[in-house]
């Protein structure tokens, strides 16, 4: 039967405890976190730093930190953002935002593929520059880019990097969630993360 894969965003770049108590924030929270949907039937967390202070962050440290600890519990796929430290005050620079992507070589991570007005208040950028670069560098470590598409536009942003080999197919886009029932519902199986890295062709 035809597999369906389920990923799992556990805490984004806004909201904090004060509007949901138990977001996981802390590399121990979000670790623990990722193991629990793991074990029920995701097969690909999508991860976010926040720093002490609970705001966004790119931090090198707090990646490892977490990535390590969720590698100690289960094999879930780990999908890395590259817009972490976006905040009402700014962005990180390229650089900040490429850097974990250098250490960390994750197995999958996150390819905006477009820049947007967020929240009527900022600038989420993702420049062409920006992508051309996150795309040379997501091949060269070896991690798959996951294209999030927040307007109709964006689609058409992927396909020319699909032209142009920055993305390589099979395409894994980000539309919206799935719950494990409405899959099953529908009569698809979830996948396991070792069938999810066969559909995604991604080489462990």
């Not at 999508?46 to 930190?65: C, N």
């Not at 689609?155 to 409405?182: E, N, S, W």
Request: overall charge negative; proline content about 5%; hydrophobic content about 35%.
């Amino acid at each position: 039967m035809e597999k369906r894969i389920i990923t799992a965003a556990l805490t984004g770049n806004w909201g904090d405890k004060t509007t949901n108590p138990v977001m996981p924030m802390t590399p121990e929270e979000i670790a623990e976190a990722a193991y629990e949907c793991w074990k029920e039937g995701a097969a690909v967390v999508h991860i976010h730093m926040r720093d002490e202070e609970g705001h966004p962050t790119m931090r090198v440290d707090l990646f490892e930190k977490t990535i390590k600890r969720i590698r100690e519990k289960c094999d879930v796929i780990i999908n890395m953002t590259s817009s972490g430290g976006h905040s009402l005050d700014g962005m990180a620079s390229d650089e900040t935002r490429m850097l974990p992507f250098r250490t960390q070589k994750p197995e999958m991570g996150s390819f905006d593929c477009g820049t947007l007005n967020w929240l009527h208040q900022t600038i989420f950028e993702n420049s062409p520059k920006f992508l051309e670069q996150l795309g040379h560098l997501m091949q060269e470590v070896g991690c798959k880019p996951e294209p999030e598409i927040f307007d109709v536009g964006m689609v058409d942003t992927a396909k020319y990097y699909l032209k142009t080999g920055m993305l390589k197919a099979p395409c894994h886009f980000q539309l919206v969630c799935r719950a494990a029932a409405i899959i099953r519902e529908a009569g698809y199986e979830v996948a396991t993360p070792a069938e999810a890295r066969e559909i995604l062709g991604i080489r462990k």
